[in-house]
């Protein structure tokens, strides 16, 4: 009797699981996940609108530069702060303050996008430019208000887990309708000569789209955590106007400098600090080489990173022996919310930090993938179909399993079995670097390669596994009061090791492929003689060396990432024990 009634209660349970996905909030959630993508798909160097400018004719330069718009995203804790405090007239009392945020983004972001599709990127680019910055900007303050709501009306732990599944659910269908939907537009109504009647329909299409997620966010929930109160000065601050004048100027300019040095360190460009380095190194040309230059190029980025991380400190300090209404803001917005998480987490605050670093580390390093499957011989439409058609498919799939396991297994769990999946999802990789494109008629009859799509299908839902627990991780780690701001700095940063080393991904399967072909690893070689007809044939050609050596180079690189993934998992049990799992249960 008693195993039966075990039984009944699991049942139930999987069907309260089930019901979980279908709730208002789950809903809205969605929703709230397709108007984050939008933006972010359709600004900058996406591939809808660098399809759009280089059918209008942009250099491929112009079009590359423009990238630096979305780089507000990676940064974007910068103005957290401000969702945080301040209230929205009129609308905070409404609709509360997250989404009284979310509701003037979403609407900026329609009006944006109507007025792009006004716009000819060809003959009008500097105000066409100006709004695609716009667009990215208003996409990541949106990004920080639906963060904020998503931690705060979650009633618990295991209904974090379905919303953020959900987010990420709305955020894949945005990839697909941006992705696809302005191309076949501008198709039926340009042809194959560019117009910008095509395009412009495209876009402002997509701006009507806006009208779905603002009503789910009328229809949302009001977070449950009382706002932060306003922001008020001190009573012993110093009342002299000249001082706070000067105080202020020179604290925004350091912001100022903050952004472009963050700006130049994560994106890799040289624009943000030629203004006022570029004569440093002979103009901008010479600065962006410099960048470029390997390997001390990427060290250079990491320098520029750091030094607008420390610039940012400098802003929380006050100033020596002098209580200013400047210092009390910058402390209070940027200082108090860092403070906040070290005094919770204690001593494991570092490690909890460095574990955010190091578990998505090995995943980071797959900015080659693509490279890799052309050189093995794959089409460009091969590509696309597996990644964006049945790559999305598996990515939802990955982020509704961790929606799901947590609440079956609990964060601690899935983080574990996340640390591991992810290195070894790379197996697949492994595969195709050692037989090759297999064409098999039967699944070639099916436009499938079994071996493409097997790969992108259990690296995706690794990656978008591992990716929605994590994303519940460190919205645990928020506090009340500071929810935006620390879960802001925590998405932005966390990615910073992997970016600094995945730059050097290129060089390492090139060096890898000439010692395979006649260096120390030669030996390697002559396992590599089961690939198919063209694998690796044309690109080994062009840097000199075998088919055969080219493919080991990459197996010998997926090896790498798969010891990268080492350092996760050993975080990942460091985390989920001790002093740091202790905290997180008493602080969530």
């Known amino acids: 009797m008693g195993h039966l009634m075990a039984e009944a209660k699991i049942e139930e349970k999987k069907k309260t699981d089930i019901k979980a996905f279908f709730e208002r909030s789950s809903l809205v959630m969605f929703g709230l996940g397709f108007s984050a993508g939008m933006p972010n798909l359709l600004a900058g160097t996406s591939f809808t609108m660098g399809t759009w400018m280089r059918d209008a004719g942009v250099s491929l330069t112009i079009i590359s530069l423009l990238g630096l718009a979305t780089l507000s995203y990676a940064f974007k804790f910068l103005w957290a702060p401000l969702v945080d405090r301040i209230a929205l007239p009129v609308l905070d009392k409404w609709l509360g303050r997250r989404r009284s945020w979310i509701l003037l983004t979403q609407t900026l972001a329609m009006a944006f996008l109507i007025i792009l599709s006004t716009l000819d990127p060809g003959s009008q680019f500097a105000l066409f430019a100006t709004l695609t910055g716009f667009l990215a900007f208003t996409g990541a303050t949106h990004d920080i ?103 202020w100027g020179g604290r925004l300019l350091l912001l100022v400098l903050a952004a472009c040095f963050l700006a130049a360190g994560l994106g890799g460009r040289a624009e943000p600090v030629a203004w006022f380095l570029g004569e440093f190194y002979g103009g901008l040309e010479a600065l962006q080489k410099s960048l470029e230059a390997k390997p001390f190029g990427v060290w250079q980025q990491v320098a520029f990173a750091a030094t607008g991380l420390f610039f940012i400190y400098l802003i929380a300090q006050p100033l020596p022996n002098l209580k200013t209404k400047a210092s009390a803001y910058f402390k209070s917005a940027f200082g108090e919310p860092i403070a906040d998480y070290f005094k919770r987490f204690g001593n494991a605050a570092t490690l909890i930090l460095v574990f955010m670093c190091v578990y998505r580390l090995s995943e980071f390093l797959l900015n080659i993938t693509g490279a890799m499957y052309l050189d093995a011989g794959y089409t460009k439409a091969e590509i696309a179909n597996a990644q964006k058609i049945f790559g999305v498919i598996v990515n939802a799939l990955g982020a509704g399993l961790a929606g799901w396991g947590i609440m079956r297994f609990g964060i601690f769990k899935c983080l574990i079995f996340g640390a591991f999946s992810q290195p070894l999802s790379h197996i697949g990789f492994l595969a195709i670097c050692y037989f090759g494109n297999l064409n098999i008629p039967f699944f070639a009859n099916m436009g499938i390669q079994p071996s493409l799509w097997a790969a992108i299908g259990i690296d995706n839902i690794s990656a978008s596994f591992a990716g929605t627990v994590f994303i519940v991780y460190m919205s645990r780690l928020t506090h009340e009061g500071f929810t935006a701001m620390q879960y802001a700095m925590f998405s932005s940063l966390y990615a910073l090791p992997g970016k600094i080393i995945m730059a050097l991904s290129g060089r390492i399967v090139e060096g890898l492929a000439h010692s395979s072909h006649s260096g120390l690893m030669a030996k390697l070689t002559p396992q590599f003689t089961h690939l198919g007809k063209g694998s690796f044939e044309v690109a080994a050609a062009k840097m000199g060396v075998t088919a055969q050596a080219l493919a080991a180079g990459y197996g010998a690189f997926f090896l790498y990432t798969m010891v990268m993934g080492l350092f996760g998992i050993i975080m990942v049990f460091v985390i989920s024990q001790g002093e740091a799992r202790r905290h997180l249960e008493e602080n969530s």
């Open 145 to 247: 208000a639906v963060d904020a709501w998503r931690i705060e009306v979650a009633e618990n732990n295991d209904k974090l887990g379905i919303l953020t599944a959900m987010y990420q659910w709305g955020y894949r269908i945005a990839f697909v309708v941006t992705g696809a939907i302005p191309l076949y537009i501008a198709q039926y109504f340009n042809g194959n000569v560019y117009q910008h009647l095509g395009w412009g329909i495209a876009y402002a299409t997509m701006g009507v789209c806006m009208i779905v997620p603002i009503i789910a966010t009328l229809v949302a929930d009001r977070e449950k955590v009382a706002p932060a109160p306003r922001w008020r000065a001190p009573d012993d601050t110093i009342q002299n106007p000249a001082i706070e004048a000067l105080e």
